[in-house]
């Protein structure tokens, strides 16, 4: 039990990495990166604890995110290419199960035929969470981007219909196409009618709870959540399709009437944060659990004497090259008809057809989808699960390093001249408000945060040379800064709570850098650096730290401001070398910036500043900013210098961080103690 617990834990500590590593290198696909997690944890033995039954993988992982995805999912737009979007659910998937099946067979003969149309079958559908992971790297036309959301929410029940008609075959050595038909129609209109009865009941258990006064936004969440899990399990029962009930159940549930109260409010933003959670934690275990079955279910059979590791490539290889061809085919005969029918130039839609060719990629659900293939004696059970496997991680790729070729790579266009606007305006109005103000701290506080996203924009707004210029000065100063205070540590110029206020203050530099476009490498060395340092000192000094807790030393501003001069000059100096490295201008800002700092640490004013930022204690300030923000939005929308959406961007923006600066508590076990102490 214990060894079981501890591989969740690492499991969920992967998730976490992936991330990291993602963000630390965004240009590697995040997808990419948990399948090579995945392989990592299977290598050392998650694969032999980490044991999950098909149908659990279905009904809590996949049938959740088919859930949400057609929750959120533009159905109206959706509706508009119902034709595509039929031709790939319906006659493709058939097939594709045909066409890979009798492949396989001619591979590999001593496979039955029946047995490779439901290889086949189970490879036929697209992946609607793989194509997601496609779509967050390029940028599809808004048809694409619905068709294959069409397709990925719709072609797995026609799929596991084909594989179910496949495994029958098998079992009975019988097929009949008229008997298929009516599966197929009784098990989607099955599964339609379960997803609408689920929404149903959960409406009217929500309206009975409204009748008597009990409405919870925790039961509202639990009802929410169990939807998905009900469809599935209740569309199981019925033995019709399990996907289509949670699709029809997300559907339903996303175009209800939209009711607009305090309740219903909070109930949204509660949901809308839990489901983040959760898309990101069941995407992610979607290709860890990939890349823990590569490891499980390929390399056995590859250090198997049994086969031949280049006939298995080789089939590999073929029936990924035969996945992409039928799907090719298909797509091209359905536009030259369409180019007939409405008397248009066919050169029109190659593009079309390129992008929806390798970008219908497969996922786990194939993978799930061909572990429940009965265990008959004299089928080659871990030969089919390898090549359903494998082909489904090579044509991911494919699809990851062809694309680039079609699609265009996702550029945010970036114009912060309104936003810069805004905050200069709440700026100026903060300024006034100070000028009658008794007290000058909290004014001061809101008005460097409002600068500190300025100077964000500001940068973000201008050519990717000056940022990445700007941002390696940066890193620059910061590990100036670092090496000055562990100097300074070293040498004991200054106290433990002076070396964490100011430890804080670097910290709030390296939130300024925009790590995006700078060596990503460098970045990770200058934070690796001062945390390493951070750890060494703490530990080092806890013993002095705890005798000066309890003497009660107060933080010396002297220290502060001796150690910030002694930066300074250090600064300046190495700013001034570079001169003939980077732009002259821009060392001019840094050293003019730096120097202007220098003069307020002068006169008194930063260094209550900076030591007021590490426990602000200015909410009533930051309320009236906020206030003052929202202001001038409304007055720039209805100006219309900003659009309806960018409003409502701006304006979630500030209740992010209304909500932050009312519910964040920035006072520390530590700080209460010594406060308790003064007095």
């Known amino acids: ?260 109260t305090l309740f219903d409010a909070q109930v949204t933003k509660v949901k809308e944060t839990i489901w983040d959670m959760l898309m990101f934690i069941l995407n992610s275990v979607v290709f860890l659990f990939l890349g823990i079955e590569l490891y499980q279910l390929v390399l056995p059979l590859l250090t198997s004497p049994d086969y031949s590791d280049t006939w298995l490539l080789f089939m590999v290889i073929s029936l990924t090259i035969g996945l992409f061809l039928l799907r090719f085919i298909v797509l091209l005969l359905y536009y030259w008809i369409t180019s007939i029918v409405k008397k248009q130039s066919f050169q029109l839609y190659w593009n079309d057809i390129l992008l929806l060719t390798f970008a219908g990629s497969k996922g786990t659900v194939s993978i799930a989808t061909i572990l429940l293939i009965p265990r008959t004696a004299g089928l080659a059970h871990s030969l089919l699960i390898f090549l359903v496997a494998s082909v489904t991680a090579l044509s991911f790729l494919v699809g990851m390093f062809i694309l680039p070729f079609f699609a265009a790579k996702k550029l945010d266009v970036i114009n912060n001249m309104a936003k810069i606007s805004i905050l200069t305006e709440v700026v100026a109005e903060l300024r006034k408000d100070m000028e009658v103000a008794k007290s000058r701290e909290g004014y001061n506080v809101a008005i460097d945060n409002y600068q500190e996203r300025i100077q964000r924009l500001i940068i973000e707004q201008e050519s990717s040379n000056t940022s990445v210029d700007f941002n390696e000065l940066q890193l620059l100063i910061i590990r100036l800064e670092a090496e000055g205070l562990e100097n300074a540590r070293k040498n004991d110029e200054i106290s433990m709570r002076t070396y964490r206020t100011y430890q804080r203050y670097i910290h709030s530099l390296e939130q300024s850098v925009v790590h995006d476009v700078v060596s990503s490498i460098q970045f990770v060395s200058v934070v690796a650096f001062r945390v390493l340092h951070l750890l060494v000192s703490r530990i080092l000094h806890i013993d002095l730290t705890l005798r000066k807790v309890q003497a009660n030393v107060d933080l010396r501003r002297d220290e502060i401001t001796h150690l910030y001069f002694k930066n300074t000059e250090l600064i300046l100096q190495a700013l001034e070398n570079l001169e003939s490295v980077y732009d002259a201008q821009l060392i001019d800002f840094l050293q003019a910036e730096r120097l202007r700092s220098a003069e307020y640490v002068a006169q008194g004013d930063y260094i209550a500043r900076l030591l007021h930022r590490t426990q602000p204690n200015n909410l009533r300030e930051m309320m009236r900013a906020y206030y003052l923000e929202r202001k001038v939005i409304f007055e720039y929308e209805s100006a219309g210098e900003i659009t309806a959406r960018e409003a409502r961007l701006l304006r979630q923006n500030v209740n992010v961080l209304e909500d932050y600066s009312m519910a964040n508590d920035h006072r520390t076990l530590l700080f209460d103690f010594l406060e308790k102490r003064k007095k």
């Open 1 to 260: 039990m214990l060894h079981s617990i501890f591989y969740v834990i690492i499991f969920l500590l992967a998730l976490v990495l992936s991330n990291v590593i993602n963000k630390v290198f965004p240009k590697v696909a995040l997808p990419l990166i948990q399948v090579m997690l995945g392989l990592l944890l299977g290598f050392l033995g998650a694969a032999e604890v980490l044991n999950v039954e098909p149908e659990v993988f279905l009904g809590f992982i996949i049938a959740p995110l088919l859930f949400r995805e057609s929750e959120e999912a533009d159905v109206k737009h959706i509706f508009k290419h119902t034709k595509t979007i039929l031709v790939l659910i319906l006659p493709l998937v058939f097939i594709t199960a045909l066409g890979l099946g009798w492949l396989a067979h001619s591979l590999y003969l001593t496979l039955p035929l029946a047995a490779c149309f439901a290889l086949g079958a189970s490879l036929a559908p697209t992946d609607a969470v793989a194509v997601g992971a496609l779509s967050e790297n390029f940028s599809f036309p808004k048809r694409i981007t619905s068709i294959l959301k069409g397709e990925g929410l719709l072609n797995d029940a026609s799929g596991i219909i084909a594989f179910q008609i496949a495994v029958a075959a098998l079992m009975t050595g019988e097929f009949s196409l008229p008997h298929a038909t009516v599966d197929l129609v009784i098990s989607a209109f099955g599964g339609a009618a379960i997803g609408l009865f689920l929404v149903w009941a959960k409406t009217l258990a929500i309206r009975l709870l409204e009748d008597v006064d009990a409405k919870d936004i925790t039961g509202y969440l639990i009802l929410d959540l169990m939807i998905p899990l009900a469809a599935f399990l209740i569309a199981d029962l019925f033995n019709v399709s399990t996907i289509i009930a949670v699709v029809v159940a997300g559907v339903m549930q996303a175009n209800g009437l939209k009711r607009t």
